[in-house]
């Protein structure tokens, strides 16, 4: 089956830009699709198809993906960004989700 | 306002059921593809269940195969999960989550509900 691969953790000072990445056997051959949650509420669509952004999610949201892996790219993060993030993709008629990853903004 | 509503979570002892339901307003729910996921305390996300728009197509996780049932009536603007044979592992939140059309990606999430398997 189909693995994902997440850093548990991600750390970013208050301003600067975090990277959190996903790894996976040539992924940049599948739509990757992100996903933020906060403690206590439901997932919210963040990046769709590898870089695009949904209405309402703000430019410093951006996604890259090739190869291996993907990456998710929050610039000038803030406070209100700290939750934990999940990449996603379909592989023979499954959903996969990553492990995902915890931000912490500093 | 597009608004997903689970329904239908609580305790119950292993080897049990549960159905669950997600009511949905604020869209054209026939045009959809909805999905489950679920998220067990601490844990990360897991998919559990896909239906198409129509009904016609459905896909299941393995750890659920033989023992869950998606459907859904377009003409209630619902969709179900019938959990049969529950274990203990089947402990989570259980969410319900639209396909974004062509896309794959889950645009639209319930607050979700939550399921306790236990003795």
């Known amino acids: 089956s189909y693995e994902l691969t997440q850093p548990l953790s991600v750390s970013v000072a208050l301003g600067q830009t975090a990277r959190i990445t996903c790894g996976g056997n040539?992924?940049?051959?599948?739509?990757v699709h992100w996903y933020q949650q906060k403690p206590g509420q439901a997932p919210v669509l963040v990046i769709y198809?590898?870089?695009n952004r949904p209405s309402g999610i703000p430019e410093r949201f951006s996604g890259s993906n090739s190869g291996n892996t993907a990456t998710l790219t929050i610039s000038r993060a803030q406070a209100g960004d700290e939750a934990d993030y999940y990449c996603?993709?379909?592989?023979?008629?499954?959903?996969?989700f990553g492990g995902g990853t915890k931000l912490t903004v500093l | 306002e597009v608004q997903l509503v689970e329904s239908g979570g609580g305790l119950v002892q292993p080897g049990g059921s549960l159905r669950l339901s997600c009511a949905a307003s604020?869209?054209?729910?026939?045009?959809?593809?909805m999905n489950w996921v679920r998220q067990a305390p601490g844990k990360g996300l897991e998919w559990v269940s896909y239906?198409?728009?129509?009904?016609?197509?459905?896909y299941y996780a393995d750890s659920v195969k033989g023992r869950f049932t998606i459907s859904r009536d377009n003409a209630k603007n619902s969709l179900y999960l019938q959990m049969n044979s529950l274990r203990a592992e089947d402990t989570a939140v259980y969410y319900c989550?639209?396909?974004?059309?062509?896309?794959?990606?889950?645009?639209?999430w319930g607050q979700g509900t939550m399921v306790t398997v236990s003795s």
């Open positions: 989550a639209r396909g974004k059309a062509m896309v794959g990606a889950f645009d639209i």
């Open positions: 604020g869209f054209t729910f026939s045009s959809y593809e």
């Open positions: 239906i198409s728009s129509s009904g016609s197509t459905i």
């Open positions: 040539n992924i940049g051959s599948k739509n």
């Open positions: 198809r590898d870089s």
């Open positions: 996603q993709v379909w592989d023979s008629s499954t959903a996969v």
